[in-house]
Each structure stands twice: as structure tokens, then as C-alpha cells.
């Protein structure tokens, strides 16, 4: 209705000024007529009512670097499906047809936008265009369990039962390698699709988990660009890892750290040794060192327990210790119940 009154108003303010003109004038109404079209759009707002009325179904409205982008046409004013539409992208025409409602393009590298949009050529005569813009941007989501790992082990300390993991999120919006300052961002997180919203603000960039155990771990962030009001997500899923404890038995040289040995093994004292002295090392514990106060040992032989809270024991050749020895042991973070790992093997005593 509202487009109807317009194009009345805009016929009568037209045969109004023309009533008024001289004959030479009459002669150019066709162009008079452009003109006056054009000020009348403009001081009317049909410019701004036609944009209103055709409009783009962006998805996703915040790519991330080579996603596909689907953008759909619509309009409440114009038949699309008569019409002729021309997708033009970064001032290149893509494609071009009888109802062409659909276009779909893949999204830049982070920061380097893409312009794209359609011209309309209605059945009767009307050129629409409209136009958009999408940026790409994109965040990294690393974490680090606080958990412990030996010196030399080459993997990636895990979260334990009650252990705590910090998340940091990473912004990147200008570019590939830019470094965000992040109190220029606004970072909403969440645990399990609960947001977290003490942890969550301007500038905290940083997630620290430390829940109670559960099956699963469902963590997302959602950085929004205060200046811009662009957005992108990122989720991580995670589950508890079992705590352990693995053995390395001495050599001539200090202990071979590249083989612990495997539950239930067989470790032979030859006859040239007298002794042997074995380490036991935690993994995934929330501790600092194998000599925290809070990490417990108990040792046992042939289920006989040994008065060692230590995670090194040395066992030697005695008139008691012949044969085959049933060699166990139990450590359990005193702060953190669910943290406890065992592990055993056989020492062999050979005889002189």
C-alpha cells in the first residue's frame, strides 16, 4: 500500500510541475522528467525504500577464510522470478539468467573482503542493484592442560580427572598474522552451552577449566569486533584422560627414558649387578613435580608393602630377594581423588 501511495504521489507531483512548464520545455519532459525523477527519489527515500524492499539472506553473515558463502534475493517489490539477475562479484560478473535468486562464492583470506551483489532488470524496464560486503575473519582456540609431563616427553600434556585446562582465544580479523590487541574484542564463553559470564567480557581473552568431572567437555567462544560488530565462533571438545604411572628401570648410563617398561614385565637383575633402581613418573597429574607434596607412593613387594613414599626405590641382591620378585606401585594426588594411576612388574633375580 505504501509503495502504491508513492507512485501516486510521484505521477501527481510530476503532471504538477509539468502543467507549469513552458511549450520548448514540453519538447524535453522526457529528460525534465529523469530529473525530476531523481530528485524526487532522493527527497522521497524511494532509493532507500526500494533498498529496503530487496534484500540478500547471507549464510554464513561471518565466513571464515575459504567457506562457502550462499546468498539468497529477495524482494517484496518485484517479481525476481521475471525477472533478469546479474550476480556480480568484486566488479566481475559470476552469473546471469531469469530468475537467478541464488549465488554462492568462497570466502577470502582473513581481512580481505569481497563486494558482491545483483542487478535487477524487472519486466518492465526497472534497473535495481544492491550490494553487500563480507569480511572474513577467523579465531584460533588453543589450550593447555596444567597437568604434568615429564622433561622429555614429546606429547601434549592431557586434562586428568579434575584437572584444569586454560583456553586462549586468538582473534584474527585484520589478517592472517596480525596480533590482535584483544580489548578491541568482546569474547563470550560457554561450558556445555552454558555461557560463562564472569569469564566472559571485553577483553577476556582467557577460559579456565576447572569443573567437575564429566563425560564430555563442550567449550566455545564467540569473538565479536566492537567496531565492526563482526563475530566468529570456534568450539573445542574434550574428555577426561585417565591418569598413569609408567616405570623406567636404571641402565649404566641413568635411565632410558625412550622405554617404560609394560605392565606386567619382566626385568632381570644380571649376575654383574648388585642393585637396581627404578623411577616411577606420573603423567597427567595436577602437580609440578614428581616430588610434590601432594603426590603419594605406595610401593609393595609380592603385596607386601614397603615403608617408601618416594618415586625412586633401588632393590638389591639380598639372601631374601632371590627368584622372582612381584615389584608394584600406587601414586595418588592427595588433592585430587580421581588422580591415581598403578603400574607393576617382576624382577628376576638371577643366582650367582
Do not use: C
Amino acid at each position: 500500500m505504501k509503495e502504491v501511495l508513492n507512485k501516486k504521489l510521484y505521477g501527481v507531483l510530476i503532471m504538477f510541475i509539468l502543467a507549469f512548464l513552458p511549450f520548448n520545455a514540453m519538447a524535453q519532459s522526457s529528460s525534465i522528467e529523469d530529473s525530476y525523477r531523481d530528485f524526487l527519489e532522493d527527497f522521497m527515500g524511494l532509493n532507500e525504500l526500494t533498498e529496503r524492499q530487496t534484500s540478500f539472506d547471507i549464510h554464513p553473515r561471518n565466513p571464515k577464510p575459504g567457506q562457502e558463502i550462499s546468498v539468497k534475493l529477495s524482494s517484496s517489490q518485484y517479481n525476481l522470478s521475471l525477472s533478469n539477475i546479474s550476480w556480480i562479484l568484486d566488479g566481475s560478473t559470476q552469473s546471469s539468467g531469469r530468475g537467478n535468486t541464488s549465488f554462492t562464492f568462497t570466502a577470502k583470506d582473513v581481512g580481505n573482503a569481497s563486494r558482491f551483489g545483483a542487478i535487477i532488470h524487472t519486466p518492465l524496464g526497472e534497473r535495481v542493484e544492491r550490494y553487500a560486503t563480507v569480511t572474513p575473519a577467523d579465531v584460533d582456540l588453543i589450550w593447555q592442560a596444567n597437568s604434568y609431563t615429564p622433561p622429555f616427553y614429546k606429547g601434549k600434556a592431557l586434562k586428568g580427572p579434575q584437572g584444569s585446562v586454560e583456553f586462549i582465544a586468538i582473534p584474527r580479523f585484520s589478517s592472517p598474522s596480525a596480533i590482535e590487541n584483544s580489548n578491541n574484542f568482546n569474547f563470550t564463553w560457554s561450558l556445555n552451552g552454558q555461557n560463562r559470564s564472569s569469564e566472559s567480557g571485553i577483553g577476556k581473552n582467557s577460559f579456565m577449566l576447572n569443573d567437575p568431572p564429566r563425560r564430555l567437555y563442550k567449550i566455545s567462544v564467540t569473538v565479536e569486533e566492537i567496531s565492526s560488530g563482526r563475530s566468529v565462533s570456534k568450539i573445542i571438545t574434550m574428555r577426561d584422560n585417565n591418569t598413569k604411572v609408567l616405570m623406567y628401570p636404571s641402565t649404566s648410563y641413568g635411565f632410558n627414558w625412550d622405554r617404560a617398561l609394560k605392565n606386567n614385565e619382566e626385568v632381570l637383575l644380571p649376575d654383574d649387578q648388585e642393585e637396581r633402581t627404578f623411577i616411577a613418573i606420573p603423567y597427567f597429574f595436577d602437580i609440578d613435580s614428581i616430588f610434590d607434596e601432594s603426590l603419594s607412593f605406595e610401593w609393595e613387594i609380592n603385596r607386601n608393602n614397603i615403608d617408601v613414599n618416594y618415586p625412586l626405590i633401588t632393590f638389591k641382591r639380598t639372601a631374601d630377594h632371590s627368584g622372582r620378585s612381584l615389584i608394584s606401585v600406587n601414586a595418588q594426588n592427595q588433592n585430587q581423588l580421581f588422580q591415581r594411576g598403578k603400574t607393576k612388574f617382576f624382577l628376576n633375580y638371577r643366582g650367582r
